[in-house]
């Protein structure tokens, strides 16, 4: 015991321990814990007790029931012999008793300071009469000394590795207060190979690493190498991807990313961190402006203590989805840090991706399919390509009993009740066993019952070793949660601390009168208010304190997440994912049949007299000849473009977090195409069985039977039209605008097909009817059928002069077709495109 430190011994169910000032003790239902207790009413890491350097000190850890001393809830206060602590109830929780060490000399007694920071019900104090906001209304805790956060306070026998390139003992270590996980010793020569396989050295039981992932190789020369084995997500040195079987020489102060694992080198030593959820989380002056210089987000700082339960609340305009796709790395702010466990998100999202989930508020899974077949598909995307279907669907059963969704295994996501359904969304984040899991308006839309059964859920995620981040409008079950962050108009910070105590804080008796003040007095200084707070002061003013690990940044194509498996796996995923959410939607298929029939039976309502070929009788010309192509050119052009114009918009949601998980853009955008493709010219096919079947046609084609030339024609414009209605659903921002932008494209194709009046010759029209599927569709089938001196020439004074592109040979059909086709493939390229707003920033290339 050092000279000068008061000797002190706690007691704890007949058993002592002389307390170290050179270390604090860990108090919670942690089995890694100093001391360990299984009464519900104690949160997994509850408080601390050890030696602040003036006196002993006991430390509230964000705890959901409190620390009591004397009867009292406390944040942090001092103690010595004689003090009683209880743990999550003040008259019957859990005790732990203080005294001096048999024969010292007899110490005063310390009991709990007057001063300290109580953490009193609002009940308990009277609410001052708050009128308009100004200096005298804040409700102001009583005065403490400047407290260790939460997310800054030592555990216990800590052993803090060091910064990249920071001396021995510096601040800001990647792994905060946590000992090693396991060692493993290094020998000169040896190569250590890190897997999911069992023959690896080093077996790493996630999910998230490949079978045979990384080598460690111990150099002869001393010197220590780790060699990426073609891994499918990636190994990663201080945040920073290596390439696909590359290799790095390691320094003592490097960290190795694998999975949720990091290593560090000690000399000869391989110490193992495994994040298992004991992380913390802090925004420090975040500050995001938009077009024209306005700041949409001002200045927001706060830390989240680990494995706790926070909810973000404000009125409308006060940034809440801004700062939630700031700490996401969705789009990352202008100024400011985000730091996940002391090391920057921005800098190292690749890497740190993996152990973090978001929810938005839209469901982000197929409601046309079942809870174990959409996880399934999920499962199979975000895992390496290398685990088996058992391993996938025994985490997946993990999940489901995990959230009580096993009784709803075989239901269709559709069937479910919303509370269910966003139960579902939290499944599929959970497969991947995230630390630290955002959700976006989780309860928007629910019964105040279903908006209970949600928010213990997420304190049951948090109880269970998670940080869950909520932001929420709904304010009934506010009091469930750890920490509570209220965002003021503007985008600044109006409150952050206990939910219990915002209400004296801002005066009011309801969280009704805190948004109408927020409201009437838009202009006042909130943030200004806040900072000048006692509150400040107890839970947000040392923010700066923590040191992030410094990291040289990357080139932005080492920035975005490596994709969990090859591109022709997600292809193959995605295409079996869509067939079966099409396969799902009974009136969808059935539509897809219905459509292209009556588009064909329409076409049959002229008379069958009026074939396609040159007419046997008097007459020279068949004028209705044209018309017939013309209505299955728009019935065709109609079909592609309905079939796709909603794909994109109406799983947008999905796709933005399946890019930001490693999705491919190409990939997802090809599974539409094909699948789309197909069905497109199976609709053709449908069409042009129906519209030609009664229709007389010349006895030779171009290159192949007229009747298949001509339905060629159809498909390839069924494809166009079909890319057109997908540049349409990737550019509106609600499906309700596509059907308006259908309708004008399929009118616009009916003028341009230049069948109704004379397109070629006319300086500028024509060149803009280049543009048009139809006019080369109309032009190949035209060409098949020589158009050109079946119908009655424009100007009967030049019956020579006739349109270019229906000229009966093969060239002029071939040039027709390709070039439908090509316009075809520069709307896939715009879509591709148009495609990347709805990603995270780190993944636009």
Same mark, same amino acid.
């Given at each position: 015991?050092?000279r000068g430190?008061?000797?002190?011994?706690?007691?704890?169910n007949? =058993?002592?321990?002389t307390?170290?000032p050179?270390r604090?003790?860990?108090l919670?239902?942690?089995?890694q814990?100093?001391?360990t207790?299984?009464?519900?009413?104690v949160?997994w +890491?509850?408080?601390t007790i050890?030696?602040?350097?003036?006196?002993?000190?006991?430390e509230?850890?964000g705890?959901?029931?409190?620390?009591?001393?004397?009867?009292s809830?406390?944040?942090?206060?001092?103690?010595?012999?004689? $003090?009683?602590v209880r743990l999550g109830n003040?008259?019957d929780?859990?005790?732990?008793?203080?005294?001096?060490p048999?024969?010292?000399?007899?110490?005063?007694?310390?009991?709990?300071?007057?001063?300290?920071?109580?953490?009193?019900a609002?009940?308990q104090?009277?609410a001052?009469?708050?009128?308009?906001?100004g200096?005298?209304?804040?409700y102001?805790?009583?005065?403490?000394?400047?407290p260790?956060?939460?997310?800054?306070?030592?555990g216990?026998a800590?052993?803090?590795?060091?910064?990249?390139?920071?001396?021995?003992?510096a601040?800001?270590?990647?792994?905060g207060?946590?000992?090693?996980t396991?060692?493993?010793?290094?020998?000169?020569?040896r190569?250590?190979?890190?897997?999911?396989?069992?023959?690896?050295?080093?077996?790493?039981?996630?999910?998230q690493?490949? =079978?045979?992932?990384?080598?460690?190789?111990?150099t002869?020369d001393?010197?220590?190498e780790?060699?990426?084995?073609?891994?499918?997500?990636?190994?990663?040195?201080?945040g920073?991807?290596?390439?696909?079987?590359?290799?790095?020489?390691?320094g003592?102060?490097?960290?190795?990313g694998?999975?949720?694992?990091?290593?560090?080198?000690?000399?000869?030593?391989?110490?193992?961190?495994v994040?298992?959820?004991?992380?913390?989380f802090?925004?420090?002056?975040l500050?995001?402006?938009?077009?024209g210089?306005?700041?949409?987000?001002?200045?927001?700082?706060f830390g989240v203590?680990?494995?706790?339960?926070?909810?973000?609340?404000g009125?409308s305009?006060?940034?809440k989805?801004?700062?939630?796709?700031?700490?996401?790395?969705?789009?990352?702010?202008?100024?400011?840090d985000?730091?996940?466990?002391?090391?920057?998100?921005?800098?190292?999202?690749?890497?740190?991706?993996q152990?973090?989930?978001?929810?938005?508020?839209?469901?982000?899974l197929?409601?046309e399919?079942t809870?174990?077949?959409?996880?399934k598909?999920?499962?199979?995307l975000?895992f390496?390509a290398?685990t088996?279907?058992?391993e996938?669907?025994?985490?997946?059963?993990?999940?489901l009993?995990?959230?009580?969704?096993?009784i709803?295994?075989?239901?269709?996501?559709?069937?479910?009740?919303?509370?269910?359904?966003?139960?579902v969304?939290?499944a599929?984040?959970?497969l991947?066993?995230?630390?630290?899991?955002f959700?976006d308006?989780?309860?928007?839309?629910l019964?105040?019952?279903?908006?209970?059964?949600v928010?213990?859920?997420?304190?049951g995620?948090?109880?269970?070793?998670?940080?869950?981040?909520?932001?929420?409008?709904?304010?009934a079950?506010?009091?469930?949660?750890?920490?509570?962050l209220?965002?003021?108009?503007?985008?600044?910070v109006?409150y952050f601390?206990?939910p219990?105590?915002?209400?004296?804080?801002?005066?009011?008796? $309801?969280?009704?009168?805190?948004f109408? @003040?927020?409201?009437n007095y838009?202009d006042?200084?909130?943030?200004?208010?806040? +900072?000048g707070?006692?509150?400040y002061?107890?839970?947000a003013?040392?923010?700066?304190?923590?040191?992030?690990?410094p990291?040289?940044?990357?080139?932005?194509?080492?920035?975005?997440?490596?994709?969990p498996?090859?591109?022709?796996?997600?292809?193959?995923?995605l295409?079996r994912?869509?067939?079966?959410?099409?396969?799902?939607?009974?009136?969808f298929?059935?539509?897809?049949?219905?459509?292209p029939?009556?588009?064909?039976v329409v076409?049959?309502?002229?008379?069958a007299?009026?074939?396609?070929a040159?007419?046997?009788?008097?007459?020279?010309?068949?004028?209705?000849?044209? $018309?017939i192509?013309?209505?299955?050119?728009?019935?065709?052009?109609?079909?592609?473009?309905?079939?796709?114009? =909603?794909?994109?918009?109406?799983?947008?949601?999905?796709y933005?977090?399946?890019?930001?998980?490693?999705?491919?853009r190409?990939?997802?955008?090809?599974?539409?195409?094909?699948?789309l493709?197909?069905?497109t010219?199976?609709?053709?096919?449908?069409i042009?069985?129906?519209?030609?079947?009664?229709?007389?046609?010349?006895a030779?084609?171009?290159?192949?039977?007229?009747?298949?030339?001509?339905c060629?024609?159809?498909?390839?414009?069924?494809?166009t039209?079909?890319?057109?209605?997908?540049?349409?659903s990737?550019?509106?921002r609600?499906?309700?605008?596509?059907?308006?932008?259908?309708?004008?494209?399929?009118?616009?194709?009916?003028?341009?097909?230049g069948?109704?009046f004379?397109?070629y010759?006319?300086?500028?029209?024509?060149q803009?009817?280049w543009?048009?599927?139809?006019?080369?569709?109309? @032009?190949a089938?035209?060409?098949?059928?020589?158009?050109?001196?079946l119908?009655?020439p424009?100007?009967p004074?030049?019956?020579?002069d006739?349109?270019p592109?229906?000229?009966?040979?093969?060239?002029?059909?071939? $040039?027709?077709l390709?070039?439908?086709?090509?316009?075809g493939?520069?709307?896939?390229?715009?879509v591709?495109?148009?495609?990347?707003r709805?990603?995270?920033?780190?993944m636009r290339?």
């Amino acid at each position: 015991m050092g000279r000068g430190v008061p000797e002190l011994v706690l007691e704890l169910n007949g =058993r002592t321990w002389t307390l170290d000032p050179s270390r604090s003790y860990t108090l919670g239902r942690d089995p890694q814990g100093d001391l360990t207790f299984e009464d519900a009413r104690v949160s997994w +890491r509850h408080a601390t007790i050890g030696w602040s350097g003036n006196g002993w000190v006991v430390e509230d850890h964000g705890s959901t029931n409190g620390t009591y001393v004397g009867g009292s809830r406390v944040q942090r206060t001092a103690v010595g012999p004689g $003090t009683e602590v209880r743990l999550g109830n003040a008259t019957d929780g859990p005790s732990i008793r203080l005294t001096a060490p048999a024969g010292a000399p007899g110490q005063p007694q310390v009991g709990p300071a007057p001063q300290a920071a109580l953490h009193r019900a609002p009940a308990q104090q009277a609410a001052p009469s708050y009128g308009a906001p100004g200096p005298q209304a804040p409700y102001q805790p009583p005065a403490a000394p400047a407290p260790q956060h939460p997310w800054q306070q030592p555990g216990p026998a800590a052993k803090v590795p060091h910064q990249q390139g920071a001396p021995a003992g510096a601040g800001g270590a990647v792994h905060g207060d946590r000992s090693p996980t396991t060692f493993h010793q290094l020998a000169l020569g040896r190569v250590m190979r890190i897997g999911r396989a069992l023959e690896n050295e080093l077996v790493v039981s996630d999910l998230q690493v490949s =079978r045979h992932h990384a080598e460690f190789h111990a150099t002869p020369d001393g010197r220590f190498e780790i060699r990426d084995l073609g891994s499918h997500n990636g190994t990663y040195v201080n945040g920073q991807q290596l390439h696909k079987s590359g290799s790095a020489f390691l320094g003592p102060n490097d960290i190795v990313g694998v999975g949720h694992s990091t290593f560090r080198l000690v000399g000869d030593r391989l110490e193992e961190f495994v994040d298992t959820g004991e992380v913390t989380f802090s925004a420090r002056h975040l500050t995001v402006t938009v077009d024209g210089g306005k700041q949409i987000l001002k200045d927001v700082s706060f830390g989240v203590p680990e494995k706790s339960l926070v909810a973000v609340i404000g009125p409308s305009g006060s940034g809440k989805s801004t700062l939630l796709k700031a700490l996401t790395g969705y789009r990352p702010a202008d100024q400011g840090d985000v730091l996940y466990d002391n090391r920057d998100l921005y800098k190292q999202f690749a890497e740190l991706r993996q152990r973090i989930g978001l929810v938005p508020q839209d469901d982000i899974l197929h409601k046309e399919l079942t809870v174990t077949k959409a996880l399934k598909y999920a499962a199979k995307l975000r895992f390496p390509a290398d685990t088996t279907a058992a391993e996938r669907q025994s985490r997946i059963q993990e999940v489901l009993v995990e959230l009580k969704l096993d009784i709803h295994k075989d239901k269709k996501v559709t069937s479910l009740s919303g509370g269910q359904r966003k139960r579902v969304s939290v499944a599929l984040e959970l497969l991947t066993k995230p630390s630290l899991i955002f959700l976006d308006e989780p309860t928007s839309g629910l019964d105040p019952g279903m908006d209970r059964d949600v928010m213990q859920l997420l304190r049951g995620l948090a109880d269970d070793g998670r940080t869950v981040l909520v932001v929420t409008h709904s304010v009934a079950e506010l009091a469930i949660c750890d920490k509570l962050l209220v965002m003021a108009p503007g985008g600044s910070v109006a409150y952050f601390g206990p939910p219990e105590e915002a209400l004296n804080f801002f005066g009011y008796s $309801t969280w009704a009168d805190v948004f109408s @003040a927020f409201e009437n007095y838009r202009d006042y200084d909130w943030a200004g208010r806040w +900072r000048g707070s006692q509150h400040y002061q107890l839970y947000a003013a040392d923010i700066d304190a923590v040191a992030a690990q410094p990291v040289n940044t990357a080139p932005p194509q080492q920035l975005r997440p490596p994709k969990p498996q090859g591109w022709t796996t997600q292809l193959w995923t995605l295409i079996r994912r869509y067939v079966s959410v099409i396969a799902s939607d009974k009136g969808f298929l059935g539509l897809m049949v219905v459509l292209p029939a009556v588009l064909g039976v329409v076409s049959v309502v002229i008379p069958a007299n009026y074939g396609l070929a040159a007419p046997t009788g008097s007459a020279k010309f068949n004028g209705k000849a044209g $018309t017939i192509l013309l209505i299955l050119a728009v019935g065709m052009c109609f079909s592609g473009a309905a079939n796709s114009v =909603r794909e994109l918009i109406k799983e947008r949601v999905i796709y933005e977090r399946e890019r930001a998980t490693g999705l491919s853009r190409s990939a997802y955008l090809m599974s539409k195409v094909i699948v789309l493709g197909v069905i497109t010219a199976l609709q053709g096919v449908i069409i042009c069985a129906i519209g030609l079947s009664t229709r007389q046609l010349p006895a030779e084609g171009l290159v192949m039977p007229p009747a298949a030339e001509v339905c060629l024609a159809i498909i390839a414009l069924g494809f166009t039209s079909m890319m057109v209605g997908l540049v349409i659903s990737s550019l509106v921002r609600t499906a309700e605008k596509t059907m308006p932008l259908l309708v004008m494209f399929a009118i616009v194709q009916v003028v341009f097909t230049g069948v109704l009046f004379q397109i070629y010759d006319s300086p500028g029209l024509e060149q803009f009817a280049w543009l048009m599927p139809s006019r080369w569709a109309v @032009a190949a089938a035209g060409a098949t059928l020589d158009l050109g001196h079946l119908m009655p020439p424009w100007e009967p004074d030049h019956p020579t002069d006739l349109d270019p592109l229906w000229e009966h040979t093969v060239g002029v059909w071939a $040039t027709d077709l390709t070039v439908l086709v090509a316009l075809g493939v520069i709307c896939c390229f715009v879509v591709a495109r148009l495609l990347r707003r709805h990603e995270p920033e780190v993944m636009r290339k």
